[in-house]
């Protein structure tokens, strides 16, 4: 078990949403390698995210792909760019990151339960 333990009700307040990255482009102004992403959360709309995911991802495989985000972070200035959600990910053997998706299709906008 995780010495970090938190409340149930800390974990309530993440909320963790599916969206569709409807598009994405490299990212040369970024201190580490990433790319700028537009989630379409449905209704919520369509929000910025950076994400440094340039090892296992093109720009162009990204598109259509479903991700879990975090939708109720503050803004992150990255660079010029505003970041408005964090697309989740795990850390893999090799410090890359591999999205974190539904196994399934599941609506825009849909909140994890």
Known sequence: MSENIIKWEEFERVDLRVGTIVRAETFPEARKPAYKLWVDLGPLG????????????????????????????????????????????????????????????????TKLA
């Open 46 to 109: 369509v929000k910025q995210s950076s994400a440094q995911i340039t090892v296992r991802y093109t720009p162009e495989s990204l598109i259509g792909t479903e991700v879990l985000a975090v939708t109720n972070l503050p803004h992150r200035q990255v660079g010029p760019f505003t970041s408005e959600v964090l697309v989740t990910g795990f850390v893999g053997d090799n410090s890359d990151v591999v999205l974190a998706r539904p196994e399934f299709h599941v609506a825009n906008g």
